[in-house]
């Protein structure tokens, strides 16, 4: 059994910062890539950032300069620094680890919400 524990959601005025975390615990022995994805009203899910076990990012057009995602491979945990926030920023952000077996795991989400 894999848990996946988010943080760090919250309410932020526009230009405001978040960090979310997000641990993989459990029966998980490795892990490959790591990512948040996001879910806003009324859309689907969409990756927001991700990053390789070797540290390489990748990002959404609209989050690039603003976001960046990191991990610390000794917690199995990935965090997303969140700056200057937008109101297109709101939504639930999920947590995915995709583990050295390459099985699929998701966060129950946190919701970000960034009012104007």
């Known amino acids: 059994q894999v848990q996946l524990a988010e943080s760090g959601g919250g309410l932020v005025q526009a230009g405001g910062s978040l960090r979310l975390s997000c641990a993989a615990s459990?029966?998980?022995?490795?892990?490959?890539?790591m990512g948040w994805y996001r879910q806003g009203p009324g859309k689907q899910r969409d990756l927001v950032a991700g990053?390789?076990?070797?540290?390489?990012?990748n990002y959404v057009d609209s989050v690039k300069g603003r976001f960046t995602i990191s991990r610390d491979n000794a917690k199995n945990t990935v965090y997303l620094q969140m700056n200057s926030l937008k109101p297109e920023d709101t939504g639930v952000y999920y947590c995915?680890?995709?583990?050295?077996?390459?099985?699929?795991?998701w966060g129950q989400g946190t919701q970000v919400t960034v009012s104007s």
């Open positions: 990053i390789t076990s070797g540290g390489t990012t």
């Open positions: 995915n680890v995709i583990s050295g077996r390459f099985r699929d795991y």
């Open positions: 459990g029966s998980i022995f490795s892990v490959n890539a």
